[in-house]
């Protein structure tokens, strides 16, 4: 195992070897458009656009500045082997019009960014393979987004009970999960697949255990069903809701649970179920509505006493402190324990140390318990 570090890249070694799409790349994680970059450059945007195309090559004087105004070293630009944004889908985001292109832009390269830092980590440590059912699901009619839930459950062993620790369930399943950084907290959790692995990247300010759990099941059901279908849609998302629904609330367990009127004893049994189920009231309620245990009136009756409470916000639970993903966490601890440093690390990814940190760090948060269910050994080991 190599663990010496590697010098840094020089502007003048690099510009024989500049790749265009490291470019677009460092550009989208700044958050600048062509033009924002050619400005604070002093050049024009017809020559940041060469650039980035391959059409024409910066000299190593530009390559520095590039290096210097973007906030990554000279050797971030170097062509590599993989070029991660040809291999990776388009991402699915909740609301492609509230949205802004430049917020989507930034969030789709940080989440490149994590993926190319594991595919890094991976030549030190195994990580499991990614095992994603595909179950292509199109249109509004039928029953497919559930029908892929249960394939997920039969094929993950999940049987009809609920779902432990979501985030490390995905993880033995060859997922990347991580957290974006904060200033990319205007964009929702999303998801994309990639020739490498797939990624889902969460919200890092959304801070409700009940709610994370459902994004992850939603974008869960975007790699399963959406390889193939275009992003953003009303159609895709409601699909995405419906999988999520029977993943976490599957229909033939939890049917006869779920409340048929509203009342005292109504309330103190979604309380339970909501613990059990690691689901907020809202979404048992919405599951009972469309399983037809409620009416479409008790349903809307129930909705306004949860406006009332207060609810809509932030329900009341016991679980206050949401699941954290450890796979790139463990590596890193694993690494530091057979000698490689973190510093060895990032000169070998050639990324931004504080992107690095924010992609492989456990966010601030106590790990919550892990469900006795979920795989835990042979996550992560050695080469």
């Not at 020089?10 to 458009?33: E, K, N, Y």
């Not at 929702?188 to 890092?204: E, G, H, K, T």
């Not at 399963?224 to 033939?252: K, S, T, W, Y």
Request: net charge positive; hydrophobic share 40%; glycine share 8%.
């Amino acid at each position: 195992m190599n663990s010496r570090k590697s010098p840094p890249d020089r502007a003048a070694d690099v510009a024989p070897r500049f790749d265009g799409a490291r470019l677009t790349l460092a550009r989208q994680l700044a958050g600048l458009r062509k033009s924002d970059l050619a400005e604070v450059l002093a050049k024009t945007p017809t020559a940041v656009a060469g650039w980035e195309s391959g059409a024409k090559r910066p000299a190593a004087a530009t390559v520095a500045q590039l290096a210097l105004r973007l906030s990554v070293d000279p050797g971030f630009f170097a062509v590599r082997g993989d070029d991660i944004a040809a291999l990776s889908s388009t991402p699915h985001f909740r609301s492609l019009r509230s949205t802004p292109q430049l917020a989507r832009d930034q969030a789709f390269a940080y989440g490149q960014l994590a993926v190319e830092i594991t595919s890094s980590l991976e030549r030190h440590v195994v990580f499991p393979d990614p095992d994603v059912p595909c179950f292509p699901v199109s249109g509004t009619e039928g029953e497919g987004p559930e029908r892929a839930a249960q394939l997920v459950r039969k094929q993950w062993g999940l049987g009809g009970d609920p779902v432990g620790h979501l985030v490390r369930l995905l993880e033995v399943h060859g997922i990347l999960v991580v957290f974006s950084p904060e200033q990319a907290a205007s964009v929702d959790a999303y998801s994309f697949s990639s020739a490498l692995r797939p990624i889902v990247v969460l919200n890092p300010i959304k801070r409700d255990y009940y709610r994370q759990r459902f994004d992850v099941a939603h974008e869960l059901g975007h790699l399963v069903m959406h390889n193939d279908a275009e992003p953003g849609g009303r159609i895709v998302e409601e699909q995405a809701n419906r999988f999520a629904e029977e993943l976490l609330m599957p229909a033939r367990t939890i049917r006869e649970a779920l409340p048929s009127r509203t009342g005292a004893q109504a309330w103190a049994d979604l309380a339970r179920l909501k613990e059990h189920w690691g689901v907020s009231i809202q979404a048992l309620l919405y599951r009972a509505r469309r399983l037809g245990r409620l009416s479409d009136v008790s349903y809307r009756n129930a909705m306004n006493t949860v406006t009332n409470r207060g609810w809509r916000r932030k329900e009341p639970g016991l679980l206050s402190i949401v699941e954290q993903p450890s796979l790139l966490s463990r590596a890193i601890a694993m690494l530091a324990a057979e000698g490689i440093q973190e510093e060895q690390l990032i000169g070998q990814c050639r990324v931004p140390q504080g992107l690095f940190r924010v992609v492989t760090s456990p966010t601030p948060f106590v790990m919550t318990p892990v469900s006795e269910t979920t795989p835990q050994h042979g996550v992560v080991s050695l080469l």
